[in-house]
T-cell receptor, first 114, second 113 residues
Framework: NAGVTQTPKFRVLKTGQSMTLLCAQD?????MYWYRQDPGMGLRLIHY???????AKGEVPDGYNVSRLKKQNFLLGLESAAPSQTSVYFC?????????????FGPGTRLTVT | LAKTTQPISMDSYEGQEVNITCSHN???????ITWYQQFPSQGPRFIIQ???TKVTNEVASLFIPADRKSSTLSLPRVSLSDTAVYYC??????????????FGTGTRLLVSP
């Protein structure tokens, strides 16, 4: 049981490049989330999903897109990277049968946009 | 979501008990109190959750007074590996699906030998 995994762990992009971050969970969780964490700040929600085939915007969705074609995977895409998107990105998941605040986080992806 | 206030940092020594208090004066009737732990370069980890009185698990205890305007996370006999940032979160546990976690800046705990 690997829990929540994220790929890649590190990435450096040039402004304007695109990339996709992959989140995978093997706990059969219904809900999945993408957060970003900037230095000295708490986490901010980018997008989330309440089930396979569904996605919704969080509080900072601009510049990102997501897809959840399979229940176990949640992809975060950056179409045209900007330096403001330099951050650590965390994926999380939770079970519908557990408290909503009991989320399981992946190890994070550290992204630098130059 | 209720606003929370925590100390920015705390220092302790190995073997001591550490108590981190969180203020949440505007907590609503349906709100629960949840604590997360985050080590450097890792994602947050759920520690404990409670609604009132006392909750204890294998990691920590959570004390909530009757008025629920504050809560205290208690870590017994800390070790160096407990050095981390601890976040207090307050919110409705309603299972609406959209349940984002609002993390503040947390409390940075440093445990020394």
């Amino acid at each position: 049981n690997a829990g929540v995994t994220q790929t890649p762990k590190f990435r450096v992009l040039k402004t304007g490049q695109s990339m996709t971050l992959l989140c995978a969970q093997d706990m059969n969780h219904e809900y999945m989330y993408w957060y970003r964490q900037d230095p000295g700040m708490g986490l901010r929600l980018i997008h989330y999903s309440v089930g396979e085939g569904t996605t919704a915007k969080g509080e900072v969705p601009d510049g990102y897109n997501v897809s959840r074609l399979k229940k176990q995977n949640f992809l975060l895409g950056l179409e045209s990277a900007a330096p403001s998107q330099t951050s650590v990105y965390f994926c999380a998941s939770r079970s519908g049968g557990r408290p909503a605040y009991e989320q399981y986080f992946g190890p994070g992806t550290r992204l630098t946009v130059t | 979501l209720a606003k929370t206030t925590q100390p920015i940092s705390m220092d302790s020594y190995e073997g001591q008990e550490v108590n981190i208090t969180c203020s949440h004066n505007n907590i609503a009737t349906n709100d629960y109190i949840t604590w997360y732990q985050q080590f450097p370069s890792q994602g947050p980890r759920f520690i404990i959750q409670g609604y009132k009185t006392k909750v204890t698990n294998e990691v920590a205890s959570l004390f909530i007074p009757a008025d629920r305007k504050s809560s205290t996370l208690s870590l017994p006999r800390v070790s160096l590996s407990d050095t981390a940032v601890y976040y207090c979160l307050v919110g409705d546990e309603g299972n609406t699906g959209f349940q984002k976690l609002v993390f503040g800046t947390g409390t940075r705990l440093l445990v020394s030998p």
